[in-house]
């Protein structure tokens, strides 16, 4: 069953050094924390994420010793500084047995929802979005949070998939998911930056 609380890092590094980046954020503890998968950006920007299963918002001040520590091991590769938020789940409609994807790629979707509209937005994305996922087989895993800590408030999807990012996109370039799009943004979402306030990431499992 997926996380009920997830903690997302991301932090751009420097094209050259990408690689090395990614081998100092694995090896910057004797051992990998239960549960946590290192990501690398599949888009072309040379960014990390990592996502983290927790037990309970206390978790985070245990793990400030282990931040201090990353730091020290990944800022001398990055091109920009730590972005963390905490997400709570809310439902999935294709779960996983795992707290998170095992999953080469994992694609992570987020948009702002105006709050008064909150309730039937869900409602909405039941019928509209969660349908075309349910009914596509490249999308393996598809779960539904919110953001509880975040400077990026609002619903994040966390896809998870084996094939190949193109095909696995292709499920939302359809003309059908257009008109989907097209009444989200009419209806329910603050159009706020990305493409009309929808942003979407793809990145690919860094393996230990």
């Known amino acids: 069953m997926s996380a009920r609380l997830l903690l997302v890092t991301e932090v751009p590094v420097r094209p050259a050094d990408a690689e090395q980046a990614a081998k100092a954020w694995l090896g910057q503890h004797t051992a990998r924390p239960s549960g946590a998968r290192l990501y690398r950006s599949a888009e072309g920007t040379d960014t990390l994420l990592e996502l983290r299963p927790l037990a309970g918002l206390e978790e985070l001040i245990a793990l400030r010793e282990e931040w201090r520590e990353l730091w020290d091991a990944v800022a001398p590769y990055a091109a920009g500084d730590f972005r963390r938020q905490v997400q709570e789940f809310v439902e999935a409609p294709k779960d996983t047995d795992d707290d998170l994807p095992a999953t080469p790629y994992v694609q992570l979707r987020r948009v702002e929802v105006k709050p008064p509209v909150l309730a039937d937005y869900r ?5 509209t979005i969660f349908e075309t996922v349910r009914a596509a087989p490249e999308s393996e895993i598809f779960l539904a949070y919110h953001s509880l800590l975040s400077t990026e408030p609002g619903v994040l999807f966390v896809a998870g998939f084996s094939c190949e990012p193109t095909q696995h996109n292709g499920v939302f ?6 008109s989907i799009l097209e009444e989200v943004r009419e209806k329910y979402i603050v ?4 493409q009309g306030g929808l942003f979407t990431k ?5 393996e230990d």
């Open 202 to 206: 793809t990145y690919a499992r860094v």
């Open 191 to 194: 159009p706020v930056g990305g």
């Open 173 to 178: 370039k359809t003309p059908a998911y257009e």
């Open 123 to 127: 409602e909405w994305r039941d019928r």
